[in-house]
């Protein structure tokens, strides 16, 4: 751990100078509406020129956690804790990331939001998002996490609710809200045993200081680390937000639900790794939490006719891959981060491309509307298939690189644990191939199913550039990242050194060649199921029960409105029902018989002086009779 | 002292002196009966009347009851000045203001008397067991009445030992004429009237000459006689509105119109 | 005959007078009833100074008498003022301070 110097000294400026131009474009007005966008989107591609000096300006491997501290922000007798920064590699990784992916998403949504009034607003909470997620990943301490954590939340629910006037959208907020309140709640119990039992929240204290945390300990911050990732990353059991969160625009649903904040629960695990080391309960439990949500996510997936809700439950099976990934241990770490990296980079050039769509089909949303649009859309089918090649893992492209690497570990695991986790996470491939494989033949093939009123045309270039870029990174972003174990090697001071070459459980090519062969019955799959035959314009009613389970995302919502919101809602009505008619009952009845009797007492003030003095001379009889019987007794 | 003197004569045996209890059974029954008299006499001068006799049987008992001092003031300054002072008020706010037979608050006659008797019987009782066989003592011979000297000795001990009282009453006594003086002081709404408003007032009132006056006729010169216009009908101006009657009417003819007056 | 004989009628003309403050209700008659329980109550003094054979109940009647005096003074003016406001002296117009 060195102290910031140079260059480094300035990171803060990551933090302040989009929070300073969120602030500078909300307070504005409207007189900033002409100018808004620009600054809005040039300062991302600040932040992302100062990240990369900030990058090459940390050389050699025992100097690349870099501490900035900044101030002293909770003094207080026998506990203290810092603000300040820390720049390792890990948060280096998410640094580059957020701000490298957030200039080219910007840099679209400024095409993308052109027509649309409330663009200003728009930047304003895109550039506080980026402020406040930059904090969550550089922050040295627990607290000043937490701050960016709930920060991001608040990003995620207003620009879900960005066009609040429609019903939905402010729904789908409040949803992601309530589903995040959960985690965060898990995430503050965790800070708040960090307090209890090392009485510090840094990093460095937590996780390397002197204190050993027991099993026990570990255990508890684990799960409710666990649960605020859950909350953060949309995973089992708190994953039902993060579908209805596409209701917001789609710049929103690239950069925010899919390729940055969503992960952030991915980084929560990998910054805690020691702690997870500790407790293998913990740790397992990442591993079931992510083995089930990457199944569950690819599930929900085939069987959405919402494109960008079937990217949505993409995202959800991929975190999984991640979470799966850094649940395995040490080692791992690494390929989740960089599964995570790549993820970033195709899915944000998928939903881009989705936007795209989207914008030229009048903002309709429907897969089974669409149809035949490669012809008129050539730019954003190009960029579709690169991000659609990356996620399936075609050889040479991103996800070939990261996720095969995922399957591969969890296959190493051993045992029967590693078998199951294995095969999990190869079928979630297969199953990835045939539902991306659907969404691009109903989206892009096929006969045209379009709307009478719909002319699909390319979108304008601030918008194709900032694709094309992302699609370009989705097929070689994997292989720069794995190449010669680069970025393994950078993060080892962060999260451990990487897994070892040694005995695998199935040697590399042939899972290699297995994993291949399962994506292209995928793929195969998808294409026999819906690109040989006509695509129906409205959903086929009697299908099998999994496409209907799959349709009502595996019963999520349901069992969540049961189990929870409707005894929830029967909770507060009885309190309701006890509150009007006990706590009020007894308030306003006590109330009305002070007030009845005070009514019948004040009677007696009548106004006459002969009747007060009447009842003067009573009460002086009264007092001389008492006092004689005292004294004559 | 020779008022003192002549009221008490000698103690005999714990009683008083046989003058003095003459004199209560005289004085009490009168005082008694002015009191009763008060509360019930309807015409507020006569309660104020009766209640001058009550008081002055009370300065009688002082003068008896060796304090000729208290007793010449309750009889010049309590029933002469103070009782004048509620005859002035009486007769300023209107002597015809007698109370009505009719007890508007319900069961208060009741309660007042019962209360009263109860009263009565209670501090009667107490009284008569707490001082049963007290003794009246001569204050001519006891020392602290330096020797019989009663408005002496009242001021021996007025300057001596009630000096700060006395002082704080000097002061109740200037704070009450101030506060009387701020209750009756009436302020005056408008600019002071001068001669020229009221001359101005008087022309356009339409009667610039004053009213006539009574009649001074053979038969009677009251200012209840009202003049006779030279039709020798009745002058209503004449009168004044508050007359409670024509008592004296001119003998002369015209009683149509003296009846119209009736 | 002994000095409580005194006693006995001062308590009787104090419970006249209150009772006469209780039912009367010219203003000026009540300020009367009050006057005579005052002067009940000095003729209690004036035999207590009898039978402890000292002057200090004198003085305290004398004390009482002066306060008296002021309060006449006091309570005529506040009767003329009311009249001359409420053209009444009956203490039962005036009870506008109630419920």
Not at chain 2, 193 to 213: C, V, W
Not at chain 3, 14 to 38: K, P, Q, S
Request: aromatic share 10%; glycine share 12%; proline share 4%.
């Amino acid at each position: 751990m060195t102290t910031a110097h140079g260059i480094q000294s300035a990171a803060w400026l990551l933090i302040a100078l989009p929070l300073l131009s969120a602030g500078v474009l909300l307070v504005a007005g409207r007189r900033a509406d002409k100018w808004a966008h620009v600054v809005g989107a040039a300062v991302p591609v600040v932040l992302f020129g100062y990240a990369v000096m900030l990058f090459f300006s940390v050389k050699g491997e025992g100097n690349r956690e870099i501490n900035l501290h900044l101030y002293s922000w909770i003094p207080v007798a026998g506990f203290k804790v810092d603000a300040g920064l820390l720049i390792d590699p890990l948060s280096m990784v998410f640094v580059l990331l957020i701000t490298g992916v957030g200039s080219l998403i910007h840099i679209y949504a400024v095409g993308y939001m052109a027509h649309d009034e409330g663009r200003r607003r728009f930047f304003g909470y895109f550039n506080y998002f980026i402020a406040v997620m930059l904090l969550l990943v550089l922050a040295n301490s627990y607290l000043a996490l937490y701050v960016g954590w709930e920060g991001v939340g608040l990003a995620s629910y207003l620009l879900i609710s960005f066009y609040y006037s429609r019903n939905i959208a402010a729904t789908a907020g409040n949803k992601a809200f309530f589903a995040n309140r959960v985690g965060d709640v898990g995430l503050s119990i965790a800070i708040m045993i960090m307090f209890a039992y090392v009485g510090s929240t840094s990093y460095a204290d937590v996780l390397y200081g002197d204190t050993q945390l027991t099993k026990g300990v570990a255990t508890a911050i684990g799960f409710m680390l666990l649960l605020g990732a859950c909350g953060k990353s949309g995973q089992f059991p708190l994953q039902t937000w993060l579908p209805d969160a596409m209701e917001g625009p789609t710049p929103v649903s690239a950069l925010i639900h899919a390729a940055t904040m969503v992960t952030a629960g991915v980084y929560l695990i990998a910054r805690s790794a020691p702690v997870f080391d500790v407790s293998q309960a913990a740790r397992t439990a990442v591993v079931v939490v992510g083995a089930i949500t990457l199944l569950y996510g690819c599930v929900c997936g085939c069987g959405q006719d919402d494109l960008k809700r079937v990217l949505a439950y993409s995202t959800v099976s991929q975190i999984g891959y991640m979470f799966l990934a850094v649940g395995l241990g040490p080692g791992v770490y690494a390929i989740g981060i960089i599964h995570l990296v790549g993820h970033g980079f195709f899915k944000a050039a998928l939903f881009l491309s989705a936007g795209s769509v989207m914008h030229a089909m009048n903002d309709r949303i429907d897969m089974r509307r669409f149809g035949g649009l490669f012809r008129v859309m050539p730019i954003t089918y190009g960029v579709f298939v690169c991000g659609y090649l990356a996620i399936i893992g075609f050889p040479l492209a991103t996800g070939f690189w990261t996720k095969d690497k995922i399957i591969e570990a969890a296959l190493d695991k051993g045992g029967t644990s590693g078998w199951v986790l294995g095969v999990v996470a190869l079928a979630g491939a297969g199953l990835t191939a045939f539902y991306m494989t659907r969404a691009l033949v109903m989206t892009f093939h096929g006969e045209r199913r379009w709307e009478d009123d719909v002319h699909p045309h390319e979108a304008s270039r601030s918008m194709t550039y900032p694709m094309i870029a992302l699609g370009v990174l989705s097929l070689v972003g994997g292989y720069l990242l794995i190449f010669g174990g680069g970025l393994q090697h950078w993060l080892t001071p962060s999260v451990g050194p990487s897994v070892e070459e040694g005995v695998h459980t199935v040697s590399t090519l042939v899972l290699t060649a297995i994993t291949l062969v399962v994506v292209a019955l995928g793929v195969l799959g998808g294409w026999v199921a819906f690109g040989r035959k006509p695509v129906p314009i409205s959903q086929p009613v009697g299908v099998s029960p999994v496409t209907t389970a799959a349709r009502r995302n595996i019963y999520a919502d349901a069992f969540n409105e049961m189990v929870l919101q409707r005894p929830g809602q029967w909770l507060s009505r009885a309190l309701v029902y006890f509150d009007n008619r006990g706590v009020d009952g007894a308030v306003t009845g006590l109330a009305a018989g002070f007030g009845g009797g005070s009514a019948r007492l004040k009677r007696t003030q009548t106004g006459f002086v002969r009747s007060y003095a009447l009842s003067m001379l009573g009460g002086t009889i009264a007092v001389v009779a008492v006092l004689l019987a005292v004294r004559f007794q | 002292m020779s008022a003192v003197g002549f009221a008490a004569g000698e103690l005999t045996n714990g009683q008083v002196p046989l003058g003095e209890a003459v004199a209560f059974w005289i004085l009490g029954p009168i005082s008694l009966a002015g009191a009763i008299g008060m509360v019930l006499l309807r015409n507020a001068v006569h309660c104020a009347l009766s209640l001058v006799a009550t008081m002055m049987s009370l300065g009688m008992f002082y003068l008896i009851e060796q304090g000729p001092f208290l007793g010449l003031v309750q009889i010049i300054v309590y029933t002469g000045a103070i009782m004048i002072l509620f005859l002035f008020v009486l007769m300023l706010i209107g002597r015809d203001a007698s109370d009505s037979i009719i007890e508007t608050l319900r069961g208060q006659r009741w309660a007042a008397a019962l209360f009263g008797v109860g009263f009565a019987l209670l501090v009667a009782l107490s009284v008569g067991r707490a001082f049963k066989g007290s003794k009246p003592a001569d204050l001519n011979t006891t020392e602290t009445n330096a020797g019989g000297q009663n408005v002496n000795s009242i001021a021996a001990l007025l300057f001596t030992k009630y000096l700060f009282a006395f002082e704080l009453t000097s002061a109740l006594l200037i704070i009450a004429a101030v506060g009387a003086m701020v209750l009756a002081h009436v302020e005056r709404d408008g600019p002071k009237p001068t001669q020229k408003s009221i001359a101005r007032e008087r022309i356009r009132s339409g009667r610039p000459q004053p009213l006539p006056g009574p009649g001074v006729l053979s038969s009677g010169n009251s200012i209840g006689t009202p003049a006779l216009l030279p039709d020798g009908s009745i002058s209503h101006e004449s009168v004044m509105a508050s007359t409670p009657g024509l008592r004296e009417l001119p003998a002369a003819n015209h009683s149509a119109n003296a009846d119209d007056i009736r | 005959m002994t000095p409580t004989y005194y006693l006995v009628l001062s308590a009787a003309l104090f419970t006249i007078g209150a009772v006469g403050v209780l039912v009367r209700r010219n203003a000026i008659v009540v300020f009367m009833c009050v006057e005579l329980m005052l002067n009940a109550v000095n003729l209690s003094l004036v035999t207590f100074a009898r039978v402890n054979g000292s002057l200090d109940g004198q003085i305290m009647a004398f004390f009482v008498m002066v306060v008296a005096a002021a309060e006449v003074v006091i309570g005529l003016a506040i009767i003329m003022s009311i009249f001359r406001t409420r053209r009444s002296a009956s203490v039962d117009d005036a009870n506008l301070l109630k419920y």
